[in-house]
């Protein structure tokens, strides 16, 4: 495999606050500079449906995602992001099976 994906698809009325929780949780997660962290992530707004947002966050393996998300900040992060959504986020975990950059 390639890489692996998640994408989370929530909706909230808060979006300034997730972008500082956001903001904050990998300035910390740079200064800490320890364990596994995501090649890249996107925060997507849904141009179709207002207050529906998606958090595309790439990981060099499934493995090092799960390693990620087992962590006690990430879990603390995910739970305060979840505070500030209007109802339940979704998940997508996806296997990257192929990267083209068309620039």
């Known amino acids: ?7 989370i698809e929530y909706r909230t009325s808060k979006p300034d606050e997730i972008k ?4 904050d949780y990998s300035a910390k997660r740079e200064a800490d500079g320890d364990g596994p962290k995501p090649i890249r992530s996107l925060s997507c707004a849904d ?5 529906r947002y998606f958090a595309i966050v790439e990981f060099a393996s499934y493995d090092e995602a799960m390693a990620n998300s087992a962590r006690a900040d990430t879990s603390e992060m995910s739970a305060k992001m979840m505070e500030l959504c209007d109802g339940p ?3 997508y975990n996806l296997d990257l099976l192929e990267e083209m950059d068309n620039r």
């Open 47 to 51: 141009r179709d449906e207002p207050g």
């Open 1 to 7: 495999m390639a890489g692996f994906v998640q994408i």
């Open 89 to 91: 986020g979704r998940f």
């Open 20 to 23: 500082a929780l956001m903001e």
